[in-house]
């Protein structure tokens, strides 16, 4: 995939992409190929990106982080499953073995490829993308709180592992519609400042959830039925995620798509000031007007790559990508495996992940001071190619030090080289909690206009989840086939990663209805450009007049 994008600063692309024509009050941002302009008010006090006052600031940061619940329940159930399906309690309550007795790999394998596979079947565009067109993001979101509570229920008063999987799927499914909405719902209401920042507490969540769990897994798993107050007392933040989101607004594009003008405009006032709302209220309208004059999205332009009309397809393609990549750089490896890999090593399994939680939720910080400041595109690329030294390094000693003891287990043979591959794994984490983790998510939630965001953000989404399942599935089979060397393929998905992102527009600051026009100077997009340029210069020209 070939991305080349000449501009590394978002001022400088604006620069090189638009040019502005001033008319009292209004300013419009011209394609250079497609002649598209969004209009903007030309005052110091009202013009696009300034800061809201701090009430609404406030009150759309705490929209935002509500919606962030539902990655926290992700983050809760990667944290707890683990150590629940080690305790004994839950091995003689749910599988019936006897104490001291564990699990086959392939159960417990099953119990965690199930929540992925729910997860998937809900990622799916034809279902996350119907229901968030039609019920609307927020009430996708309550809806998918609500099936994590059902899902979380029969895992808690399963009695067999039939009942178990049965919840496991369920609660995946919830996963896969929440995975596909919150960042969709956040970016829609942020102003274009905060982006960033708001789009990417849905990772800062996650693994505040798994931190959360682990401590709480800690207290109560061991006691008798502990691993079953564990999962009730997770449906907690699913309730009032639920119940919180009835009193939060709709997103105002996707009234505005159901043709609830006024709704959309008290949306917009509340998390806007006043002048900004009417502003971008017009470039909501003019957005969804030009789609529709280009008549119904289609399902086959999603996946349609070649020629001058592929362009929504090598966005999708794009966005894709990043997600696989996201998954394939070999974070989940050590969230699921981790433990059990330096359990072998001879460190202790509980402070590996005591340190690691707590290094992927502090690391997870700078992010959101970041995303709006260095950009997307920076934190991505340093991120991606610091991961890719610590998989060398941790590859490197690995070959030199490590050797395989059977049945999953290794010996060190220098306590040196075993602290450097600790350090390595941390230093890995560290890079992925401030970069590939979340600003993935918020460069997919981006990227596509309005007429295509739901079903192209849920087949990026359904991309990431396809990936998290390869990951759970295959780094087993790996570690046993080629042990260390394990880490020098995830490696590779990390240098492959950071090439995308050294060829794609920067984002930051942009109006969502502006940020396609970014990618009309990219190779691989300037066809469809060329080819919109002629089409769209006289309508463009009739709105400026």
Not at 148 to 156: E, K, L, M, P, T
Not at 288 to 303: D, I, N, Q, T, Y
Not at 322 to 327: F, S
């Amino acid at each position: 995939m070939d991305f080349d994008e000449s501009g590394s600063d978002e001022d400088e692309i604006r620069q090189r992409h638009h040019h502005v024509e001033r008319d009292d009050e209004t300013v419009f941002y011209r394609s250079a190929n497609r002649e598209e302009s969004v209009k903007m008010r030309n005052t110091d006090k009202d013009k696009p990106g300034a800061e809201l006052p701090y009430d609404k600031a406030l009150r759309v940061a705490g929209i935002a982080l509500l919606a962030a619940m539902g990655s926290f329940l992700f983050g809760l159930d990667i944290g707890y499953i683990g150590p629940i399906v080690a305790s004994e309690s839950f091995v003689q309550d749910v599988a019936g073995l006897g104490p001291g007795e564990k699990l086959s790999g392939g159960q417990e394998g099953l119990i965690v490829s199930l929540f992925s596979i729910g997860a998937i079947v809900t990622a799916c565009p034809l279902i996350s993308s119907y229901f968030m067109n039609a019920w609307g993001r927020r009430d996708t979101i309550i809806l998918g709180s609500l099936v994590f509570i059902v899902g979380s229920g029969i895992q808690a008063v399963a009695s067999n592992m039939t009942t178990m999987f049965i919840g496991r799927f369920v609660a995946g499914m919830s996963i896969g519609l929440l995975s596909s909405c919150i960042v969709l719902y956040q970016m829609e209401l942020a102003p274009a400042y905060l982006r960033g920042a708001l789009g990417t507490l849905y990772q800062l969540m996650i693994t505040f959830g798994i931190l959360i769990a682990a401590i709480i897994d800690q207290a109560l798993v061991d006691k008798p039925n502990g691993w079953r107050i564990v999962i009730w007392i997770m449906c907690a933040p699913a309730a009032i995620l639920c119940i919180g989101l009835l009193f939060m607004p709709r997103s105002p594009r996707w009234l505005m798509s159901q043709d609830r003008q006024e709704e959309a405009l008290k949306v917009l006032m509340s998390v806007r000031a006043e002048a900004e709302a009417h502003q971008e209220l017009g470039e909501i309208a003019r957005d969804l007007e030009r789609a529709r004059s280009e008549g119904e999205a289609a399902w086959g332009e999603l996946f349609h790559v070649r020629g001058a009309r592929g362009r929504i397809g090598r966005l999708v393609l794009l966005g894709v990508s990043l997600q696989l990549i996201q998954q394939l750089v070999g974070m989940n490896a050590f969230m699921y495996f981790g433990p059990d890999i330096f359990e072998s090593m001879g460190f202790s399994k509980n402070l590996f992940t005591t340190i690691n939680n707590t290094v992927n939720f502090v690391s997870t910080f700078p992010a959101v001071f970041l995303a709006d400041i260095s950009g997307r595109k920076k934190l991505m690329l340093f991120s991606s190619t610091c991961m890719a030294i610590a998989c060398a390094i941790m590859g490197i000693m690995g070959l030199i030090y490590v050797e395989p003891a059977g049945e999953g287990k290794y010996t060190i043979s220098n306590k040196s080289a075993g602290w450097v591959i600790a350090v390595s794994v941390f230093f890995f984490v560290f890079n992925f909690a401030y970069g590939f983790g979340p600003i993935v998510w918020v460069y997919v939630g981006e990227i596509f206009s309005t007429k295509y965001r739901a079903r192209a953000v849920g087949l990026c989404t359904m991309a990431n989840w396809v990936g998290n399942f390869v990951i759970a599935q295959f780094t087993p089979m790996l570690l046993e086939a080629v042990q260390f060397s394990t880490f020098f393929i995830f490696g590779i998905f990390c240098i492959v990663g950071s090439c995308v992102v050294c060829n794609i527009p920067e984002t930051k600051g942009v109006p969502l209805e502006a940020i396609e026009v970014l990618f009309d100077k990219t190779r691989g997009f300037r066809s469809s450009a060329q080819e919109k340029k002629g089409e769209d210069v006289d309508s463009t020209d009739e709105d400026s007049s």
